[in-house]
């Protein structure tokens, strides 16, 4: 129960064209269910390819990795991803995105309306049942990726694997869809797992912040336990010393230790 | 002849791109209304500038092919005037579909007969084409054993795959049916295979992702993702096809707009060729333009 998915000596090498190249090194992780945790550090420093290997796209050079005690070798609907830039097929609409998922997972047990009343539960979970038939291009950034997340509630998954899902929106885009996220989180108790390079993001959604220290061969440096109750407001936050704490070990770690390194002896 | 066949398809991407415009952009775009304007008027005022650039350069451009044409053969004996290639033409396309015999029938049938050819020709080269590209992109042990021969036999010209024909199939009208094939297939086989091997990662993970199965992953990903770069290679094999069919009917005879110039060749009937490379034009211009707004249908945008 305590440990709903581990990541046990998780090393990561990928052989490239200039040669190998050490991207995780020693990785020891575990995540309780229903926590929701942050990985954070400087880009380049492997938190991607981390969540991909608990995501099962891709495999550990060294290492293993469980998720509710089954080893995790290949991507399942059990633990969807909200990916960086939402891919949504631009050929589908809106619930046709949505409904891809729904079927693979539920299509052999319910039947087509059922289905379809999924997909649109999932949509009115993310606040988007209003565009249901529209296309990818014909909708803003910050809805593109709101139904990214609802096609990946829509499965029902144990664990939800974001990959800094709103990297690409503007400010208040993200902090509204950062409300929205833990409004739902609150409501699925999902485990999550989220990639992130903002510190506020960090702070205000998670249990616990992962630390990663700057590659190559990254690892883990610190771990924060974040302890705000739920549920949690931006703006009363901002003056809780607790927040303000917390933030500061974070920035304290990102730039005062581990300070990103541009390559000077490369 | 054939070397515009790796063209990119980014340029019909782009073509598509700008015809297919975002709705939700619309109301950032609405001019605010003055409130001192009276009773607004529904429509805006026709913006005739801009429909006259679009008429008359490409008008002038033609009086002026015609006016130099009129000019150099003023006094020119063989070679005909605008006026009489044109008095001829009224007549040839006033009964296009006579038939006097094997060698001497209406324009129409010509046209048709050489269609024929290339529809025959082109329609087995997108059945062999298209699902060897397929292939192709998606295990590159095929397609490290197939491009170097792609490389080596497509840039050979297309009157040199006519003797083999003629000798596998020992008469004329296969022999036109598989130069057709053969120049035809190669565009559709590299673009087929180039969109696979484009497919973004991010929806080959989704579906990994989403635990899609095989048949899902191709209808639903797989294909509506290549289906731009395959139409793109459907355009240029008809062009190269229709490039060849001329060429292949001149040497091969039969009915067919190819052998027709040749024909009225032999005859020193001149009007007839130049109507003939008009027609030829045409043709070749209606099958691109068709399938450019096939293309432009299923062409979708990046998001």
């Known amino acids: 129960m305590n440990?709903?998915?581990?990541?046990?000596?998780?090393?990561?090498?990928?052989?490239?064209?200039?040669?190998?190249?050490?991207?995780?090194?020693?990785?020891?992780?575990?995540?309780?269910?229903?926590?929701?945790?942050?990985?954070?550090?400087?880009?380049?420093?492997?938190?991607?390819?981390?969540?991909?290997?608990?995501?099962?796209?891709?495999?550990?050079?060294?290492?293993?990795?469980l998720c509710d005690n089954r080893e995790i070798a290949a991507p399942g609907p059990e633990r969807a991803v909200v990916f960086q830039n939402h891919s949504l097929l631009p050929w589908l609409t809106c619930i046709e995105n949505v409904q891809l998922a729904v079927e693979r997972v539920f299509g052999a047990k319910e039947s087509k309306a059922q289905l379809v009343a999924r997909a649109k539960a999932a949509l009115a979970l993310v606040g988007m049942d209003h565009a249901l038939t529209k296309r990818p291009h014909e909708i803003s950034g910050g809805m593109k990726q709101?139904?990214?997340?609802?096609?990946?509630?829509?499965?029902?998954?144990?664990?939800?694997?974001?990959?800094?899902?709103?990297?690409?929106?503007?400010?208040?885009?993200?902090a509204h869809l950062?409300?929205?996220?833990?409004?739902?989180?609150?409501?699925?108790?999902?485990?999550?797992?989220?990639?992130?390079?903002?510190?506020?993001?960090?702070?205000?959604?998670?249990?616990?912040?992962?630390?990663?220290?700057?590659?190559?061969a990254a690892t883990i440096g610190e771990?924060?336990?974040?302890?705000?109750?739920?549920?949690?407001?931006?703006?009363?936050?901002?003056?809780?010393?607790?927040?303000?704490?917390?933030?500061?070990?974070?920035?304290?770690f990102l730039y005062t230790r581990h300070g990103r390194i541009d390559k000077q002896a490369a | 002849m054939v070397s515009a066949v790796?063209?990119?398809?980014?340029?019909?991407?782009?073509?598509?791109?700008?015809?297919?415009?975002?709705?939700?952009?619309?109301?950032?775009?609405?001019?605010p209304v003055p409130p001192a304007a009276p009773a607004p008027s529904l429509k805006p005022p026709y913006d005739w500038p801009a429909l006259g650039m679009k008429v008359f350069p490409p008008l002038i451009g033609i009086a002026l092919l015609i006016g130099i044409w009129a000019l150099l053969t003023m006094k020119s004996t063989t070679f005909p005037t605008p006026a009489a290639t044109f008095a001829e033409a009224v007549k040839v396309f006033s009964d296009p579909f006579y038939s006097k015999g094997p060698n001497d029938q209406g324009i129409g049938w010509n046209i048709l007969f050489s269609l024929e050819r290339v529809a025959l020709g082109f329609g087995m080269a997108a059945l062999v084409g298209i699902p060897l590209g397929f292939m192709i992109g998606?295990?590159?042990?095929?397609?490290?054993?197939?491009?170097?021969?792609?490389?080596?036999?497509?840039?050979?010209?297309?009157?040199?795959?006519?003797?083999?024909?003629?000798?596998?199939?020992?008469?004329?009208?296969?022999?036109?049916?598989?130069?057709?094939?053969i120049c035809s297939i190669w565009p559709m086989i590299i673009n087929t295979a180039v969109g696979v091997q484009r497919v973004p990662a991010d929806y080959l993970n989704v579906a990994r992702v989403l635990n899609l199965s095989e048949w899902k992953v191709f209808t639903k990903i797989l294909f509506p993702a290549v289906l731009p770069y395959m139409l793109t290679g459907v355009?240029?094999?008809?062009?190269?096809?229709?490039?060849?069919?001329v060429a292949a009917e001149m040497l091969t005879g039969g009915v067919g707009i190819g052998f027709w110039v040749w024909d009225e060749w032999n005859n020193l009937n001149v009007q007839h060729i130049l109507i003939a490379i008009f027609v030829i034009g045409v043709v070749g211009l209606l099958l691109e333009q068709l399938l450019v707004s096939v293309a432009k249908r299923f062409t979708y945008d990046e998001v």
């Open chain 1, 3 to 65: 440990n709903f998915i581990e990541v046990q000596h998780a090393d990561m090498v990928f052989s490239t064209r200039k040669g190998r190249f050490h991207a995780l090194r020693d990785i020891n992780l575990t995540v309780a269910k229903g926590e929701f945790v942050t990985l954070i550090g400087h880009s380049g420093c492997g938190k991607s390819t981390l969540l991909n290997l608990i995501a099962g796209l891709t495999t550990p050079t060294e290492g293993t990795l």
């Open chain 2, 6 to 31: 790796f063209h990119s398809p980014t340029q019909a991407m782009l073509d598509a791109k700008s015809a297919v415009k975002p709705v939700g952009a619309a109301p950032a775009e609405a001019k």
């Open chain 2, 138 to 181: 998606r295990f590159e042990v095929l397609s490290r054993m197939v491009s170097p021969l792609i490389s080596l036999l497509r840039p050979v010209s297309p009157l040199a795959w006519l003797p083999i024909g003629l000798l596998v199939f020992k008469a004329a009208n296969p022999a036109a049916i598989w130069t057709i094939f």
């Open chain 1, 223 to 252: 771990i924060l336990t974040v302890e705000l109750e739920r549920p949690r407001n931006r703006v009363e936050l901002a003056e809780d010393s607790r927040y303000v704490h917390c933030r500061k070990e974070v920035l304290d």
């Open chain 2, 235 to 245: 355009r240029l094999s008809v062009s190269t096809a229709w490039l060849v069919i």
């Open chain 1, 146 to 174: 709101r139904v990214g997340i609802a096609r990946a509630l829509a499965m029902e998954p144990k664990v939800l694997l974001l990959d800094e899902p709103f990297g690409a929106l503007d400010a208040l885009t993200r």
């Open chain 1, 178 to 216: 950062q409300d929205e996220l833990l409004k739902i989180v609150a409501r699925t108790q999902s485990t999550t797992v989220m990639v992130t390079h903002d510190v506020d993001e960090a702070v205000l959604l998670s249990d616990r912040i992962v630390m990663m220290t700057n590659g190559p």
